[in-house]
């Protein structure tokens, strides 16, 4: 971060009210240290649901600068006396395993797209004013019919967890665009990093992968010619402030990317040698994965990069590496 937007984040975040839904996550627990540090009054509400990621050590070096409200974002009582008096919302609270939103979609349903509609008719009632950027996915686009993928690419999900998520992320542009209400979405990819979901796959495969190489255990690489790329977690933390810091940017969309694309199976080596260590088997997808599986994807994320200055900071090297000795000091708290 240079000094121009390092000044440009302390005008917009010291001393403002910045509530945060998923906020004991990986991504809201990284961008609450942020935000700390940028001299904000951070409030964190997560609901703390075993199977979606929120975790208290996650806060453990900043617990005492910022308030924990544990609450359900489908509890529309108390989002609206939680949302009254907020200058941003980062709205980072969903469910995010494909095969869960599969077996239990209603599930899914309440979570990303009923609850979001109920948050922003909270913010519509009650806070009108407050800013929004919310935590949209690639997964929307289902299998690309090209790549790089942009923002113009059709929107075609592959599974339950994709159409709910493009509903919430649209209700969002929908606020934005009938009543006024300051709200832009960012659609991340495969974002990583300490602090992440480790002990399943349910928020990245990438974890589970970390926890089994740090175990001495053989992980497992589907179709490893596939290719993907990631996003590192204090990369993301710097779009997401970038985006909530530019009111120009109210009713769009932007695409996250990373350090250019690489396939499954050199990622599997990569972290391997990074790790000094290890083995992993390749595989066909199981039949059920293999039923919602997009195939290659990459993102065109030029429209950040042009409209906010954006860009990944972070080589996919170095982001392994500092995850990889994360979880080698913290892993017991994430099993």
Not at 130 to 135: E, G, H
């Amino acid at each position: 971060m240079n000094s121009a937007t390092s000044k440009q984040f302390e005008a917009a975040f010291s001393g403002k009210r910045v509530l945060i839904t998923g906020g004991l996550g990986f991504i809201g627990s990284t961008m609450a240290h942020r935000l700390v540090r940028l001299g904000a009054r951070v409030l964190l509400v997560d609901s703390l649901i075993p199977e979606y990621g929120g975790n208290l050590f996650n806060i453990h070096e900043f617990s005492d600068a910022v308030q924990v409200n544990i609450s359900d974002v489908r509890d529309e009582h108390s989002f609206r006396y939680l949302v009254q008096g907020h200058d941003y919302l980062f709205n980072l609270a969903g469910q995010t395993s494909h095969m869960d939103s599969m077996l239990d979609p209603y599930t899914d349903l309440e979570i990303n797209c009923r609850s979001q509609l109920s948050i922003l008719e909270t913010c519509r009632k009650y806070n009108p004013g407050i800013r929004i950027v919310f935590a949209s996915t690639r997964q929307i686009y289902g299998k690309p019919d090209y790549l790089p993928v942009d923002e113009n690419h059709i929107l075609r999900p592959v599974d339950v967890n994709g159409i709910n998520k493009m509903a919430g992320e649209w209700f969002h542009i929908l606020y934005h665009n009938v009543y006024g209400i300051s709200a832009c979405a960012l659609r991340l990819g495969n974002t990583y990093g300490p602090r992440m979901r480790i002990k399943d796959a349910r928020q990245t495969f990438l974890g589970i992968w970390i926890r089994l190489l740090l175990e001495n255990k053989s992980f497992e690489i589907w179709e490893g010619g596939q290719l993907r790329d990631f996003t590192f977690v204090d990369d993301a933390v710097e779009a997401f402030l970038l985006a909530a810091a530019n009111e120009s940017v109210n009713g769009r969309v932007f695409n996250l990317g990373g350090d250019g694309p690489i396939s499954l199976k050199r990622l599997g080596d990569l972290l391997v040698d990074i790790a000094g260590g290890g083995t992993y088997i390749e595989r066909s997808f199981p039949a059920d994965r293999k039923r919602i599986d997009i195939g290659d994807y990459y993102a065109n994320d030029e429209s950040i990069r042009e409209a906010l200055g954006w860009k990944p900071q972070t080589s996919l090297r170095e982001g392994l590496s500092q995850t990889i000795d994360y979880y080698r000091m913290h892993r017991q708290h994430y099993l």
